[in-house]
């Protein structure tokens, strides 16, 4: 296989990350359990945790090489969610419950599985409410593909509106759960609630700090959301390339057709300008986090994504349909991708909200 | 075009129709016979198998309605062009399944134009009825677009054909009886030369049939190994070494399918539904905005393709029509599918492509039942259309080949 994209972030993380990828089985039904032990004892949950949490405080970047690395083999495992959505969410809290909580996630020992209904780039769902300690909705589409211990979500205070972060045991749980398998393979929850108590130490954050570490949770996963897809979209192009080089049709390979060359040179072109993008906001954005900038690269990668799914489906003619086919799980990785976090509706809200509201002002 | 235009060239006009009346008939008549069950899988877009169609395939037949594209001699209505485009249209606009295309489309007009007799008479009442399956053995793991290069070998043997090799992408091989395949009798001269058209019932020993799951987690597609699998010779269409023609008489019939253009219109139907019951609870918005602008060049270019479609029939009937134009209608029928397919997953997808399959589904069939959740499971399947029946890059060769003429 030819060497074609670029990591964004090259380096030890992006290797480790890659040959643990590389190892695993491949195919749709592949159990993706034992990849997610691997790395939870590499330590992964605790890359972005502070040092003082028990982490590796390391850089965005840094945990960048890790999601592109297995974007690049359509890993159905929610390393995202797990391992920067909710590690942010609990860094946010002064509280000692999720202190501890984030020093057992940075060891490994917790996995907590994060949602966001009410982020402002991405309005996902009507979130549960709370009145007193009684807590009832549905805490939608948790990722359940592999193992967690938490729940840490957005809910409302009923009696003021005000957000607040709540945490549940999964134990409290199991009997209210509905799971779904997902385009990209990967299994997600909707879990139920109706008037189920919740102590005050379960009520992590409330108020602007909560609304603050929400967005801020969201932004990041968005931003990371983007580095996955790009990393699909770059072993996409390496895949059909080397599926044009070998698939001989005609008496020749595909490869020396110019239509079908010319197509992949579009989706080269595209991969190239999302992977600048998107390299060059994971570094500003460790740094000053801007909103908008987040939403633009978002709604940007969001349709090179999808192109380029396409493009490798239609390149691959009938593989392209087989979920047996890594371009074809790619493809459905880079869709699914450009989903979580905020599709490109939600952006072009936001977008045109904060465009709306600036030309009032001024 | 005037549907009007279509009538002046009846294959079987014998006496003016009333329009009018037969559209009223057909209304009629589908309303009050095609079970509400099949009615909502259609609706609600889910996928079709061998009992839906087979059961509407039989109704209709009651009737003699069993194929519209076939002349009266073998059971066909012998309706005009305008009469079968009507059927087409009030098929689609009331969630009736299409006519199932293996056996009454494909399969069918290849046994009246190349069968024997006693193949008409022992194949073709049991396609009308819907008491046989068919499914089409052509791909196969080095033969796609370039079909003339499969390898899937059959050696006369007595009054025998024995058949070794595999078969890739059958559609509906899991629920067929017979298998019409194309196979390779003879290596010598031009490839095309070679190939045979064989009727394989699946139930033959030394067949196995594997299903290959796809993206959009529908089972419709298998792959077909044949180990010294026997077929009488009575079972071969045309002449040994004259499956290429068969082959390319079909597929001119497939780029020209009528039914196409209705069921496009009718999805446009339904995502303008569902844009506008958004429309009516959450407000006007800039992405729902844009959806319709979407929405209404797909409306549009539906309306082209309707055009494109009526002069294509009109000119196939007088031998005037262009493999440029057949071409370009699949090419653009097919890519106006996707279009339409894409705008109703972005329009649901946020909250069904994480749900696409309930790990345990409702006992009640809920969850089959809801059409977004099926719109995904489409958008997913219409990738294929670009790439099966001939896919948008040989469309291209095809079209370029005859404008340049080179």
């Not at chain 1, 398998?181 to 108020?207: F, H, M, N, Y």
């Not at chain 2, 549907?3 to 009629?28: C, H, K």
């Not at chain 2, 066909?76 to 059927?87: A, H, K, P």
């Not at chain 2, 309306?303 to 002069?311: F, Q």
Request: charged fraction near 20%; include cysteine; proline fraction near 5%.
């Amino acid at each position: 296989m030819r060497t074609i994209a670029t990591p964004l972030f090259a380096g030890d993380l992006h290797h480790t990350a890659l040959r643990l990828a590389q190892a695993q089985p491949s195919g749709a039904s592949a159990d993706a359990t034992a990849a997610w032990r691997h790395m939870l004892e590499l330590g992964w949950q605790g890359v972005l945790v502070d040092e003082e949490s028990g982490g590796a405080g390391a850089e965005l970047a840094d945990f960048a090489a890790i999601v592109e690395a297995l974007a690049t083999r359509a890993l159905s495992v929610p390393i995202i969610e797990r391992c920067a959505v909710a590690p942010a969410l609990l860094g946010a809290c002064d509280g000692a419950v999720a202190r501890a909580l984030l020093e057992r996630v940075a060891r490994g020992d917790a996995s907590v599985a994060p949602v966001l209904h009410t982020a402002p780039q991405h309005p996902a769902a009507q979130p549960p409410t709370v009145r007193g300690d009684r807590l009832s909705g549905t805490v939608a589409a948790v990722d359940w593909t592999v193992p967690a211990t938490h729940v840490v979500f957005d809910a409302l205070e009923n009696t003021s509106d005000a957000p607040l972060l709540v945490l549940l045991d999964v134990a409290e749980l199991s009997s209210h759960l509905r799971c779904y398998v997902g385009i990209d393979g990967r299994t997600s929850a909707d879990i139920e609630v109706a008037e189920l108590r919740v102590d005050a130490p379960q009520l992590l954050l409330r108020g602007a700090p909560a609304a603050r570490a929400i967005a801020r949770a969201q932004q990041l996963g968005s931003m990371l959301g983007c580095v996955a897809t790009v990393g699909a979209c770059g072993a996409m192009i390496e895949q059909t390339v080397e599926h044009l080089s070998t698939r001989v049709q005609f008496g020749s390979p595909l490869a020396t057709f110019q239509a079908l060359r010319h197509r992949v040179v579009d989706m080269y072109v595209a991969y190239e300008s999302a992977r600048g993008l998107v390299r060059d906001q994971v570094l500003a954005h460790a740094h000053a986090p801007d909103p908008r900038q987040v939403a633009l690269t978002r709604f940007y990668v969001q349709g090179v994504g999808r192109s380029l799914a396409d493009a490798t489906i239609q390149l691959h003619g009938g593989m392209g349909m087989s979920q047996e086919t890594l371009a074809a799980r790619l493809a459905m990785h880079a869709l699914m991708s450009a989903l979580r976090y905020g599709d490109r509706s939600d952006c072009l809200e936001w977008l045109v909200s904060g465009v709306v509201e600036e030309v009032a002002a001024a | 075009m005037d549907l009007s235009a279509l009538q002046a060239i009846a294959p079987d006009a014998a006496t003016p129709v009333d329009y009018d009346a037969f559209r009223g008939e057909l209304v009629d008549y589908m309303q009050a016979h095609c079970p509400s069950a099949i009615r909502e899988i259609v609706r609600t877009n889910q996928k079709l198998g061998r009992r839906e169609w087979s059961e509407w395939q039989r109704i209709l037949n009651t009737r003699g309605w069993g194929a519209p594209n076939w002349p009266r001699e073998y059971g066909g209505t012998g309706w005009d062009l305008r009469q079968r485009y009507i059927f087409e249209e009030v098929s689609a606009q009331l969630d009736c399944p299409p006519l199932y295309h293996h056996g009454i489309g494909h399969i069918g007009p290849v046994i009246m134009h190349f069968g024997t007799p006693e193949q008409k008479a022992r194949f073709l009442p049991r396609i009308l009825d819907g008491s046989d399956w068919w499914c089409q053995g052509y791909s196969e793991p080095e033969a796609g677009s370039d079909l003339a290069s499969l390898k899937t070998r059959a050696v006369a043997d007595g009054d025998d054909y024995v058949i070794n090799g595999q078969k890739m992408w059958t559609s509906h091989a899991q629920e067929a009886d017979l298998m019409y395949t194309l196979v390779r009798t003879s290596a010598e001269g031009r490839k095309q030369a070679g190939i045979t058209l064989l009727v394989v019932p699946l139930a033959t020993p030394g067949i196995e049939v594997r299903p290959i799951p796809t993206i959009d987690g529908w089972h419709h597609v298998n792959e077909v190994f044949l180990n010294d699998v026997r077929v009488p010779v009575a079972n071969r269409i045309g002449e040994e070494g004259g499956g290429w023609t068969c082959a390319k008489f079909l597929l001119d019939r497939e780029r020209l399918s009528p039914a196409t253009v209705p069921r496009l219109a009718r999805q446009l139907e339904q995502v303008e539904e569902m844009l506008r019951a958004r429309l009516r609870d959450e407000g006007a918005s800039p992405s729902l905005h844009g959806m319709l602008e979407r929405l209404f060049l797909a409306q549009a270019s539906a309306r082209g393709a309707r055009e494109m479609l009526l002069s294509a029939i009109q000119e196939e009937m007088v031998g005037t029509l262009r493999s440029a134009k057949s071409s370009a209608l699949k090419l653009h029928c097919s890519e106006l599918a996707q279009d339409i397919s894409t705008l109703a997953f972005d329009a649901c997808a946020a909250r069904y492509a994480p749900r696409l399959r309930p790990v345990v589904p409702a006992a009640d069939g809920a969850d089959e039942r809801d059409p977004q959740r099926q719109l995904v499971h489409t958008y997913l399947f219409f990738r294929s259309r670009t790439i099966a029946g001939g896919t948008s890059e040989v469309q291209k060769n095809v079209i370029a080949r005859e404008l340049f003429e080179a």
